[in-house]
Protein backbone atom coordinates (compact mmCIF):
# COMPACT_ATOMS: atom_id res chain seq x y z
CA UNK A 1 0.00 0.00 0.00
CA UNK A 2 1.18 3.06 -1.14
CA UNK A 3 1.22 5.93 1.06
CA UNK A 4 -1.46 7.44 -1.60
CA UNK A 5 -3.62 5.00 -0.76
CA UNK A 6 -3.15 5.14 2.91
CA UNK A 7 -4.12 8.84 2.40
CA UNK A 8 -7.39 7.78 0.57
CA UNK A 9 -8.15 5.26 3.46
CA UNK A 10 -8.48 8.36 5.84
CA UNK A 11 -9.78 10.41 3.70
CA UNK A 12 -8.19 12.78 0.90
CA UNK A 13 -11.20 15.09 -0.36
CA UNK A 14 -13.26 15.55 3.60
CA UNK A 15 -13.62 17.92 5.66
CA UNK A 16 -10.24 18.40 6.94
CA UNK A 17 -8.58 19.01 3.68
CA UNK A 18 -11.16 21.79 3.64
CA UNK A 19 -10.18 23.83 6.19
CA UNK A 20 -6.73 22.82 6.37
CA UNK A 21 -6.40 24.53 2.42
CA UNK A 22 -8.85 27.49 3.94
CA UNK A 23 -6.49 28.18 6.72
CA UNK A 24 -3.34 27.62 4.69
CA UNK A 25 -4.86 30.16 2.02
CA UNK A 26 -5.31 33.21 4.42
CA UNK A 27 -1.48 33.69 5.06
CA UNK A 28 -1.05 34.09 1.42
CA UNK A 29 -3.36 36.23 1.35
CA UNK A 30 -1.65 39.17 2.67
CA UNK A 31 1.99 37.80 1.12
CA UNK A 32 0.89 40.29 -1.92
CA UNK A 33 0.53 43.42 0.53
CA UNK A 34 4.21 42.56 2.22
CA UNK A 35 5.81 42.03 -1.71
CA UNK A 36 4.32 45.45 -3.30
CA UNK A 37 3.74 47.17 -0.27
CA UNK A 38 6.33 49.90 -1.32
CA UNK A 39 3.82 51.11 -3.89
CA UNK A 40 1.95 53.08 -0.58
CA UNK A 41 4.66 53.07 2.29
CA UNK A 42 7.31 54.15 -0.39
CA UNK A 43 5.23 56.29 -2.87
CA UNK A 44 6.96 59.55 -3.98
CA UNK A 45 4.27 62.99 -3.09
CA UNK A 46 4.63 66.34 -4.89
CA UNK A 47 7.34 68.59 -3.24
CA UNK A 48 9.39 71.21 -3.44
CA UNK A 49 12.21 72.44 -1.36
CA UNK A 50 11.08 74.32 1.66
CA UNK A 51 11.14 78.45 1.13
CA UNK A 52 13.75 79.94 3.24
CA UNK A 53 13.51 83.55 1.63
CA UNK A 54 10.26 84.28 3.69
CA UNK A 55 10.51 84.56 7.62
CA UNK A 56 7.07 83.45 8.44
CA UNK A 57 6.30 81.17 6.12
CA UNK A 58 2.98 79.63 6.61
CA UNK A 59 2.15 77.66 3.59
CA UNK A 60 3.21 73.96 4.60
CA UNK A 61 -0.26 72.76 4.20
CA UNK A 62 -2.28 73.28 1.28
CA UNK A 63 0.06 75.80 -0.21
CA UNK A 64 -1.86 75.93 -3.78
CA UNK A 65 -4.86 76.74 -2.39
CA UNK A 66 -3.73 80.41 -1.60
CA UNK A 67 -3.11 82.89 -3.69
CA UNK A 68 -0.79 84.08 -1.36
CA UNK A 69 1.42 80.62 -1.42
CA UNK A 70 1.18 80.28 -4.79
CA UNK A 71 2.79 83.74 -5.21
CA UNK A 72 5.50 82.80 -2.62
CA UNK A 73 6.37 79.69 -4.85
CA UNK A 74 6.40 81.71 -8.05
CA UNK A 75 9.52 84.21 -6.26
CA UNK A 76 11.26 81.27 -4.48
CA UNK A 77 11.20 78.11 -6.95
CA UNK A 78 12.28 77.53 -10.38
CA UNK A 79 10.30 75.58 -12.81
CA UNK A 80 11.66 73.14 -15.15
CA UNK A 81 10.64 72.71 -19.13
CA UNK A 82 7.15 71.55 -18.34
CA UNK A 83 6.64 74.47 -16.09
CA UNK A 84 6.17 72.80 -12.99
CA UNK A 85 7.78 73.31 -10.14
CA UNK A 86 11.70 72.29 -9.81
CA UNK A 87 11.75 69.35 -6.88
CA UNK A 88 15.47 69.87 -6.05
CA UNK A 89 16.23 73.46 -6.87
CA UNK A 90 15.35 77.17 -5.21
CA UNK A 91 16.13 80.51 -5.64
CA UNK A 92 18.84 81.73 -3.37
CA UNK A 93 17.26 85.24 -3.34
CA UNK A 94 13.66 85.70 -3.40
CA UNK A 95 12.93 86.47 -7.77
CA UNK A 96 10.24 89.33 -6.90
CA UNK A 97 10.35 90.64 -10.19
CA UNK A 98 8.57 87.24 -11.44
CA UNK A 99 5.52 88.79 -9.94
CA UNK A 100 5.32 90.99 -12.63
CA UNK A 101 2.83 89.10 -15.27
CA UNK A 102 4.66 90.44 -18.02
CA UNK A 103 7.70 88.65 -16.79
CA UNK A 104 8.63 85.42 -18.34
CA UNK A 105 9.69 82.10 -16.25
CA UNK A 106 11.28 80.29 -19.21
CA UNK A 107 14.59 81.10 -17.90
CA UNK A 108 13.92 81.19 -14.04
CA UNK A 109 16.66 77.87 -14.03
CA UNK A 110 18.86 80.06 -15.21
CA UNK A 111 19.24 82.26 -12.06
CA UNK A 112 21.11 81.77 -9.14
CA UNK A 113 19.71 78.50 -7.68
CA UNK A 114 20.94 75.84 -4.87
CA UNK A 115 19.88 72.67 -3.53
CA UNK A 116 17.29 72.36 -0.91
CA UNK A 117 18.78 73.19 2.23
CA UNK A 118 16.33 73.02 4.55
CA UNK A 119 14.66 70.35 3.52
CA UNK A 120 11.06 69.65 1.39
CA UNK A 121 7.45 70.76 1.56
CA UNK A 122 5.39 67.51 0.76
CA UNK A 123 2.23 67.23 -1.07
CA UNK A 124 -0.53 65.42 1.48
CA UNK A 125 -3.14 65.36 -0.30
CA UNK A 126 -2.83 61.69 -1.24
CA UNK A 127 -0.52 60.35 1.40
CA UNK A 128 -0.43 61.59 5.07
CA UNK A 129 2.92 60.40 5.66
CA UNK A 130 5.49 57.65 3.93
CA UNK A 131 9.39 56.77 4.12
CA UNK A 132 9.85 59.66 1.47
CA UNK A 133 8.45 62.18 3.51
CA UNK A 134 9.82 60.88 7.00
CA UNK A 135 13.77 60.19 5.99
CA UNK A 136 13.25 62.67 2.92
CA UNK A 137 14.25 60.19 0.47
CA UNK A 138 14.04 62.02 -2.99
CA UNK A 139 16.35 64.21 -4.90
CA UNK A 140 20.03 62.56 -4.37
CA UNK A 141 18.42 60.12 -1.97
CA UNK A 142 15.52 58.92 -4.19
CA UNK A 143 17.60 56.17 -5.16
CA UNK A 144 17.15 54.86 -1.59
CA UNK A 145 13.78 53.87 -2.21
CA UNK A 146 14.49 51.21 -5.06
CA UNK A 147 17.04 49.92 -2.77
CA UNK A 148 14.93 49.06 0.51
CA UNK A 149 12.49 46.94 -2.62
CA UNK A 150 15.74 45.22 -3.34
CA UNK A 151 17.01 44.76 0.54
CA UNK A 152 13.00 42.96 1.04
CA UNK A 153 13.33 41.04 -2.35
CA UNK A 154 17.27 39.60 -1.04
CA UNK A 155 15.56 38.96 2.33
CA UNK A 156 13.00 36.89 0.32
CA UNK A 157 15.63 35.13 -1.11
CA UNK A 158 18.16 34.18 1.68
CA UNK A 159 14.38 33.04 3.14
CA UNK A 160 14.00 30.47 0.41
CA UNK A 161 17.80 29.29 1.12
CA UNK A 162 17.59 29.01 4.50
CA UNK A 163 13.87 27.75 5.54
CA UNK A 164 13.43 25.09 2.87
CA UNK A 165 16.56 23.72 3.95
CA UNK A 166 15.04 23.65 7.46
CA UNK A 167 11.72 22.54 7.33
CA UNK A 168 13.18 19.19 5.23
CA UNK A 169 14.94 19.10 8.97
CA UNK A 170 12.24 20.03 11.52
CA UNK A 171 8.94 20.25 9.41
CA UNK A 172 6.76 22.06 7.85
CA UNK A 173 4.11 22.79 10.91
CA UNK A 174 7.43 24.03 12.86
CA UNK A 175 8.90 26.68 10.05
CA UNK A 176 5.34 27.91 9.43
CA UNK A 177 4.56 28.62 12.61
CA UNK A 178 7.96 30.29 13.58
CA UNK A 179 7.93 31.79 10.11
CA UNK A 180 4.35 33.70 11.07
CA UNK A 181 5.83 34.96 14.27
CA UNK A 182 8.81 36.50 12.77
CA UNK A 183 6.54 38.02 10.08
CA UNK A 184 4.37 39.36 12.60
CA UNK A 185 7.07 40.82 14.84
CA UNK A 186 9.07 41.99 12.36
CA UNK A 187 6.61 43.45 10.17
CA UNK A 188 5.25 45.39 12.79
CA UNK A 189 8.75 46.22 14.13
CA UNK A 190 9.08 47.92 11.12
CA UNK A 191 6.56 50.71 11.40
CA UNK A 192 8.33 51.61 14.81
CA UNK A 193 11.77 51.90 12.70
CA UNK A 194 13.64 55.32 13.67
CA UNK A 195 15.32 55.09 10.66
CA UNK A 196 16.03 54.26 7.16
CA UNK A 197 18.53 51.97 8.23
CA UNK A 198 16.57 50.16 10.80
CA UNK A 199 13.85 49.85 8.15
CA UNK A 200 15.29 48.01 6.03
CA UNK A 201 16.73 45.64 8.68
CA UNK A 202 13.46 44.55 9.57
CA UNK A 203 12.02 44.45 5.71
CA UNK A 204 15.16 42.21 5.31
CA UNK A 205 13.48 39.65 8.03
CA UNK A 206 10.24 39.99 6.94
CA UNK A 207 11.20 39.36 3.87
CA UNK A 208 12.91 35.86 4.77
CA UNK A 209 9.50 35.26 6.96
CA UNK A 210 7.40 35.64 4.06
CA UNK A 211 9.77 32.64 2.09
CA UNK A 212 9.17 30.18 5.04
CA UNK A 213 5.45 30.67 5.02
CA UNK A 214 4.95 30.46 1.25
CA UNK A 215 7.23 27.69 1.40
CA UNK A 216 5.44 25.64 3.81
CA UNK A 217 1.98 26.64 3.38
CA UNK A 218 2.33 25.31 -0.17
CA UNK A 219 4.05 22.03 1.17
CA UNK A 220 1.39 21.45 3.83
CA UNK A 221 -1.70 21.76 1.34
CA UNK A 222 0.02 19.54 -1.51
CA UNK A 223 1.39 16.64 1.05
CA UNK A 224 -2.20 16.25 2.43
CA UNK A 225 -4.32 16.23 -1.31
CA UNK A 226 -4.24 13.84 -3.48
CA UNK A 227 -2.24 14.19 -6.95
CA UNK A 228 -6.28 14.39 -8.78
CA UNK A 229 -6.54 17.70 -6.77
CA UNK A 230 -3.11 19.27 -6.48
CA UNK A 231 -4.06 21.58 -10.09
CA UNK A 232 -7.19 22.83 -8.23
CA UNK A 233 -5.42 23.79 -4.72
CA UNK A 234 -2.53 25.36 -6.93
CA UNK A 235 -5.27 27.53 -8.69
CA UNK A 236 -6.35 28.12 -5.20
CA UNK A 237 -3.68 29.95 -3.93
CA UNK A 238 -2.89 31.56 -7.37
CA UNK A 239 -5.92 33.33 -6.94
CA UNK A 240 -5.63 34.02 -3.50
CA UNK A 241 -2.28 36.02 -4.09
CA UNK A 242 -4.36 38.13 -6.38
CA UNK A 243 -7.01 38.98 -4.17
CA UNK A 244 -4.59 40.05 -1.77
CA UNK A 245 -3.92 42.89 -4.62
CA UNK A 246 -6.98 44.16 -3.91
CA UNK A 247 -6.70 43.54 0.35
CA UNK A 248 -3.87 46.03 -0.12
CA UNK A 249 -5.08 48.64 -2.52
CA UNK A 250 -8.45 49.00 -0.14
CA UNK A 251 -5.72 48.78 2.95
CA UNK A 252 -3.79 51.84 1.26
CA UNK A 253 -6.72 53.85 0.50
CA UNK A 254 -8.05 53.75 3.97
CA UNK A 255 -4.86 53.67 5.70
CA UNK A 256 -2.56 56.83 4.46
CA UNK A 257 0.36 56.44 6.93
CA UNK A 258 2.82 54.11 6.35
CA UNK A 259 3.56 53.02 10.02
CA UNK A 260 -0.59 52.52 10.32
CA UNK A 261 -0.34 50.49 7.10
CA UNK A 262 2.53 48.77 7.83
CA UNK A 263 1.13 47.55 11.20
CA UNK A 264 -2.39 46.41 9.61
CA UNK A 265 -0.99 43.46 7.24
CA UNK A 266 1.65 42.74 10.11
CA UNK A 267 -0.42 42.23 12.80
CA UNK A 268 -2.88 39.75 11.40
CA UNK A 269 0.21 37.36 11.58
CA UNK A 270 -0.20 37.21 15.00
CA UNK A 271 -3.55 35.67 14.65
CA UNK A 272 -2.22 33.06 11.95
CA UNK A 273 0.64 32.04 14.54
CA UNK A 274 -2.04 31.41 17.26
CA UNK A 275 -3.94 29.00 15.14
CA UNK A 276 -1.29 27.75 12.91
CA UNK A 277 -0.82 25.17 16.75
CA UNK A 278 -3.91 23.59 15.09
CA UNK A 279 -2.39 22.19 11.70
CA UNK A 280 -1.16 19.24 11.33
CA UNK A 281 2.19 18.19 10.42
CA UNK A 282 2.90 16.44 6.88
CA UNK A 283 2.76 12.98 7.98
CA UNK A 284 5.33 12.28 4.86
CA UNK A 285 7.46 14.15 6.17
CA UNK A 286 7.35 12.92 9.79
CA UNK A 287 7.63 9.29 8.03
CA UNK A 288 10.51 10.08 6.07
CA UNK A 289 11.82 11.42 9.31
CA UNK A 290 11.76 8.24 11.37
CA UNK A 291 8.85 9.69 13.66
CA UNK A 292 6.07 6.72 12.70
CA UNK A 293 4.05 6.83 15.40
CA UNK A 294 3.87 10.36 15.48
CA UNK A 295 2.83 10.08 11.89
CA UNK A 296 0.49 7.37 12.84
CA UNK A 297 -1.43 9.72 14.84
CA UNK A 298 -1.77 12.66 12.58
CA UNK A 299 -3.67 10.31 10.36
CA UNK A 300 -5.98 9.08 12.94
CA UNK A 301 -6.84 12.47 13.89
CA UNK A 302 -7.47 13.74 10.00
CA UNK A 303 -9.73 10.33 9.24
CA UNK A 304 -11.36 11.56 12.92
CA UNK A 305 -11.96 14.89 11.00
CA UNK A 306 -13.52 13.46 7.53
CA UNK A 307 -15.32 11.04 10.14
CA UNK A 308 -13.56 8.11 9.48
CA UNK A 309 -12.62 7.30 12.80
CA UNK A 310 -12.88 3.48 12.14
CA UNK A 311 -10.51 3.35 9.09
CA UNK A 312 -8.23 5.03 10.97
CA UNK A 313 -8.12 2.86 13.99
CA UNK A 314 -7.25 -0.22 11.59
CA UNK A 315 -4.32 1.72 10.53
CA UNK A 316 -0.82 -0.13 11.90
CA UNK A 317 2.97 0.96 12.20
CA UNK A 318 3.64 -1.43 9.41
CA UNK A 319 1.17 0.24 7.04
CA UNK A 320 3.55 3.20 7.38
CA UNK A 321 6.44 1.53 7.38
CA UNK A 322 5.91 -0.55 4.63
CA UNK A 323 4.57 2.50 2.49
CA UNK A 324 7.84 4.21 3.61
CA UNK A 325 9.86 1.87 2.01
CA UNK A 326 7.81 2.05 -1.36
CA UNK A 327 7.48 6.22 -1.25
CA UNK A 328 11.17 6.55 -0.64
CA UNK A 329 12.41 3.56 -3.14
CA UNK A 330 12.75 5.84 -6.02
CA UNK A 331 14.48 8.96 -3.82
CA UNK A 332 17.50 6.96 -2.03
CA UNK A 333 19.64 8.66 -5.07
CA UNK A 334 23.15 10.75 -5.25
CA UNK A 335 22.11 13.26 -7.63
CA UNK A 336 23.06 16.88 -6.97
CA UNK A 337 22.70 20.13 -8.61
CA UNK A 338 25.10 19.30 -11.11
CA UNK A 339 23.28 17.01 -12.69
CA UNK A 340 21.40 19.90 -13.71
CA UNK A 341 23.84 20.94 -16.45
CA UNK A 342 25.99 17.09 -17.03
CA UNK A 343 23.72 16.07 -19.69
CA UNK A 344 23.27 17.64 -23.19
CA UNK A 345 19.04 17.42 -22.85
CA UNK A 346 18.90 18.58 -19.12
CA UNK A 347 21.50 21.33 -19.84
CA UNK A 348 19.67 23.21 -22.56
CA UNK A 349 16.43 22.86 -20.33
CA UNK A 350 18.15 24.58 -17.04
CA UNK A 351 19.51 27.32 -19.34
CA UNK A 352 16.20 28.15 -21.32
CA UNK A 353 14.41 27.97 -17.63
CA UNK A 354 17.01 30.60 -16.65
CA UNK A 355 15.69 32.89 -18.84
CA UNK A 356 11.97 32.47 -18.40
CA UNK A 357 12.21 32.58 -14.58
CA UNK A 358 14.62 35.07 -14.63
CA UNK A 359 12.86 37.69 -16.87
CA UNK A 360 9.69 37.08 -15.62
CA UNK A 361 9.97 37.96 -12.20
CA UNK A 362 12.34 40.96 -13.43
CA UNK A 363 9.72 42.35 -15.46
CA UNK A 364 7.08 41.39 -13.41
CA UNK A 365 8.18 43.17 -10.57
CA UNK A 366 9.32 46.12 -12.55
CA UNK A 367 6.04 47.03 -13.42
CA UNK A 368 4.50 45.97 -10.50
CA UNK A 369 6.71 48.59 -8.25
CA UNK A 370 6.15 51.04 -10.55
CA UNK A 371 2.74 52.37 -10.28
CA UNK A 372 3.10 56.09 -9.58
CA UNK A 373 4.40 56.41 -13.37
CA UNK A 374 1.18 56.01 -14.95
CA UNK A 375 -0.36 59.52 -13.75
CA UNK A 376 -3.59 57.23 -12.83
CA UNK A 377 -4.50 56.97 -9.02
CA UNK A 378 -2.69 54.89 -7.59
CA UNK A 379 -5.13 52.57 -6.14
CA UNK A 380 -7.12 51.96 -9.00
CA UNK A 381 -4.44 51.01 -10.90
CA UNK A 382 -3.25 48.79 -7.99
CA UNK A 383 -7.16 47.14 -8.30
CA UNK A 384 -6.51 46.84 -12.36
CA UNK A 385 -3.00 44.87 -11.58
CA UNK A 386 -4.77 42.77 -9.38
CA UNK A 387 -8.10 42.10 -11.28
CA UNK A 388 -6.00 41.26 -14.37
CA UNK A 389 -4.21 38.60 -13.02
CA UNK A 390 -7.39 36.24 -12.74
CA UNK A 391 -8.34 36.21 -16.58
CA UNK A 392 -5.12 36.07 -17.64
CA UNK A 393 -4.56 33.38 -15.63
CA UNK A 394 -7.75 31.21 -16.65
CA UNK A 395 -6.57 32.13 -20.18
CA UNK A 396 -3.15 31.03 -19.31
CA UNK A 397 -5.04 27.83 -18.27
CA UNK A 398 -7.08 26.83 -20.72
CA UNK A 399 -4.04 27.36 -23.83
CA UNK A 400 -2.02 25.21 -21.08
CA UNK A 401 -4.68 22.60 -21.61
CA UNK A 402 -5.77 22.46 -24.94
CA UNK A 403 -3.00 24.19 -27.12
CA UNK A 404 0.63 23.22 -25.04
CA UNK A 405 3.38 24.62 -22.83
CA UNK A 406 5.69 25.59 -25.18
CA UNK A 407 3.04 28.05 -27.37
CA UNK A 408 1.55 29.60 -23.81
CA UNK A 409 5.08 30.19 -22.31
CA UNK A 410 6.59 31.58 -25.20
CA UNK A 411 3.66 33.75 -26.20
CA UNK A 412 2.92 35.07 -23.16
CA UNK A 413 6.46 36.23 -22.31
CA UNK A 414 6.76 37.69 -26.02
CA UNK A 415 3.43 39.72 -25.87
CA UNK A 416 4.33 40.92 -22.29
CA UNK A 417 7.95 42.46 -23.71
CA UNK A 418 6.20 44.10 -26.79
CA UNK A 419 3.12 45.47 -24.42
CA UNK A 420 6.19 46.91 -22.52
CA UNK A 421 7.77 48.27 -25.41
CA UNK A 422 5.15 49.61 -27.40
CA UNK A 423 5.12 52.43 -24.34
CA UNK A 424 8.38 53.59 -25.04
CA UNK A 425 6.47 55.05 -28.58
CA UNK A 426 3.27 56.96 -27.05
CA UNK A 427 3.24 60.15 -26.10
CA UNK A 428 2.68 60.76 -21.93
CA UNK A 429 -0.47 62.31 -22.43
CA UNK A 430 -1.91 59.02 -23.61
CA UNK A 431 -1.90 58.15 -20.11
CA UNK A 432 -4.91 55.51 -20.82
CA UNK A 433 -3.92 53.62 -23.43
CA UNK A 434 -0.12 53.73 -22.01
CA UNK A 435 -1.87 52.46 -18.81
CA UNK A 436 -3.72 49.36 -20.65
CA UNK A 437 -0.57 48.42 -22.42
CA UNK A 438 1.15 47.79 -19.18
CA UNK A 439 -1.40 46.31 -17.49
CA UNK A 440 -1.89 43.57 -20.49
CA UNK A 441 1.47 42.47 -20.29
CA UNK A 442 1.37 42.09 -16.41
CA UNK A 443 -1.11 40.21 -17.28
CA UNK A 444 0.42 38.45 -19.43
CA UNK A 445 3.71 37.55 -16.91
CA UNK A 446 0.96 36.82 -14.48
CA UNK A 447 -0.15 34.19 -17.03
CA UNK A 448 3.78 33.22 -17.91
CA UNK A 449 4.03 32.75 -14.05
CA UNK A 450 1.69 30.05 -13.70
CA UNK A 451 2.91 28.23 -16.71
CA UNK A 452 6.45 28.39 -15.90
CA UNK A 453 5.31 26.21 -12.16
CA UNK A 454 3.53 23.58 -14.46
CA UNK A 455 6.55 23.32 -17.51
CA UNK A 456 9.67 23.62 -15.13
CA UNK A 457 7.99 20.64 -13.31
CA UNK A 458 7.14 17.86 -16.39
CA UNK A 459 10.67 18.78 -18.15
CA UNK A 460 12.91 18.11 -15.14
CA UNK A 461 12.98 14.84 -14.57
CA UNK A 462 11.52 12.91 -10.96
CA UNK A 463 15.21 12.78 -9.91
CA UNK A 464 16.14 16.17 -9.75
CA UNK A 465 12.54 17.91 -10.22
CA UNK A 466 13.25 19.53 -6.83
CA UNK A 467 16.83 20.51 -7.48
CA UNK A 468 16.30 21.82 -10.35
CA UNK A 469 12.74 23.97 -9.07
CA UNK A 470 14.93 25.37 -5.99
CA UNK A 471 17.43 26.26 -9.15
CA UNK A 472 15.08 28.26 -11.12
CA UNK A 473 13.51 30.17 -8.14
CA UNK A 474 16.35 31.30 -7.12
CA UNK A 475 16.65 32.85 -10.60
CA UNK A 476 13.33 34.68 -9.90
CA UNK A 477 14.39 35.83 -6.83
CA UNK A 478 17.40 37.35 -8.28
CA UNK A 479 15.15 38.88 -11.24
CA UNK A 480 12.82 40.36 -8.64
CA UNK A 481 16.56 42.01 -6.62
CA UNK A 482 17.30 43.98 -9.91
CA UNK A 483 14.12 45.08 -11.35
CA UNK A 484 14.21 48.18 -8.79
CA UNK A 485 17.95 48.86 -9.10
CA UNK A 486 16.97 48.88 -13.28
CA UNK A 487 14.43 52.03 -12.08
CA UNK A 488 17.96 54.06 -11.54
CA UNK A 489 18.69 54.07 -14.91
CA UNK A 490 16.02 56.42 -15.84
CA UNK A 491 18.63 59.40 -14.50
CA UNK A 492 20.08 58.68 -18.01
CA UNK A 493 17.29 57.91 -20.04
CA UNK A 494 14.12 58.34 -19.11
CA UNK A 495 13.23 54.88 -21.34
CA UNK A 496 15.87 52.49 -20.34
CA UNK A 497 14.02 51.14 -17.57
CA UNK A 498 10.88 49.49 -20.17
CA UNK A 499 13.17 48.70 -22.75
CA UNK A 500 15.06 46.82 -20.20
CA UNK A 501 11.60 45.92 -19.19
CA UNK A 502 10.35 44.74 -22.21
CA UNK A 503 13.66 43.59 -24.06
CA UNK A 504 14.07 40.63 -21.24
CA UNK A 505 10.90 38.81 -21.76
CA UNK A 506 10.93 38.78 -25.78
CA UNK A 507 14.82 37.46 -25.27
CA UNK A 508 13.22 34.62 -22.93
CA UNK A 509 10.45 34.18 -25.25
CA UNK A 510 12.53 33.06 -27.98
CA UNK A 511 14.45 31.05 -26.03
CA UNK A 512 11.33 29.05 -24.54
CA UNK A 513 11.26 27.89 -28.47
CA UNK A 514 14.25 25.60 -27.83
CA UNK A 515 12.28 23.70 -24.96
CA UNK A 516 10.48 20.32 -25.86
CA UNK A 517 6.74 20.34 -25.59
CA UNK A 518 5.10 17.91 -22.55
CA UNK A 519 2.03 18.28 -23.40
CA UNK A 520 0.27 14.68 -23.26
CA UNK A 521 3.80 13.38 -22.09
CA UNK A 522 4.43 11.35 -19.32
CA UNK A 523 6.38 12.73 -16.91
CA UNK A 524 10.49 11.51 -17.10
CA UNK A 525 11.72 9.98 -13.82
CA UNK A 526 15.43 9.58 -14.51
CA UNK A 527 17.89 11.92 -16.75
CA UNK A 528 18.47 8.89 -19.08
CA UNK A 529 14.26 9.37 -19.77
CA UNK A 530 15.22 12.91 -20.76
CA UNK A 531 17.83 12.11 -23.05
CA UNK A 532 15.42 9.11 -24.19
CA UNK A 533 12.54 11.90 -25.15
CA UNK A 534 15.24 13.41 -27.54
CA UNK A 535 16.51 11.02 -29.28
CA UNK A 536 12.85 9.80 -29.98
CA UNK A 537 12.40 13.62 -31.34
CA UNK A 538 15.39 13.21 -33.40
CA UNK A 539 14.41 10.01 -34.88
CA UNK A 540 10.73 11.52 -35.67
CA UNK A 541 11.95 14.74 -37.21
CA UNK A 542 14.49 12.98 -39.42
CA UNK A 543 11.57 10.58 -40.28
CA UNK A 544 9.30 13.82 -40.96
CA UNK A 545 12.59 15.05 -43.64
CA UNK A 546 13.25 11.67 -45.27
CA UNK A 547 9.75 11.51 -46.48
CA UNK A 548 9.27 14.89 -48.20
CA UNK A 549 11.88 14.10 -50.87
CA UNK A 550 9.77 10.62 -51.35
CA UNK A 551 6.70 12.64 -52.06
CA UNK A 552 8.04 14.68 -54.31
CA UNK A 553 10.05 11.98 -56.29
CA UNK A 554 6.40 10.52 -57.15
CA UNK A 555 5.14 13.84 -58.61
CA UNK A 556 8.31 14.12 -61.28
CA UNK A 557 6.56 11.81 -63.63
CA UNK A 558 3.59 14.13 -63.62
CA UNK A 559 5.49 16.66 -64.35
CA UNK A 560 7.64 15.51 -67.45
CA UNK A 561 3.92 14.51 -68.71
CA UNK A 562 2.53 18.14 -67.72
Known amino acids: MTFAELLEQVGSTGRFQIIHVTLLVLPILLMASHNILQNFTAATPGHHCHIAVVANYTCDDNFTDVVYCQELLRIS ?37 EPCMDGWIYDKSVFTSTIITEWDLVCGSRTLKQMAQSIYMEGVLVGAIVFGSLSDKFGRKSLLIWSCLQMAITGSCTAFSSNFTMYCVFRFLTGMALSGINLNCVSLSVEWTPAKLRAAVGMVTGYSYSIGQFILAGLAYVIPDWRWLQ ?26 AGKLNQALKEMQKVARINGRKEEGDKLSIEDLRASLQKEMSSAKSTHTAADLVRTQSVRRISCCLCFVWFSTSFAYYGLAMDLQNFGVSIYLIQVVYGAVDIPAKLIGFFMISFIGRRVTQASALILAGLAILANIF ?21 ASFNCAFLYTGELYPTVIRQTGMGFVNT ?5 GIVAPLVQMSSDYFPSLPLIIYGAAPIVSGITTCFLPETRNMPLPDTIEDVERQRRSRVITDVGREDKVPLKASRLEPLKEII
Open 426 to 446: LPQDLQTLRTLLVVFGKGCLA
Open 263 to 288: LAVSVPYFIFFFYGWWFTESARWLAT
Open 475 to 479: LARVG
Open 77 to 113: IPVDGNQQLEKCLRFISAQWQLLDPNATTTNGTEMDT
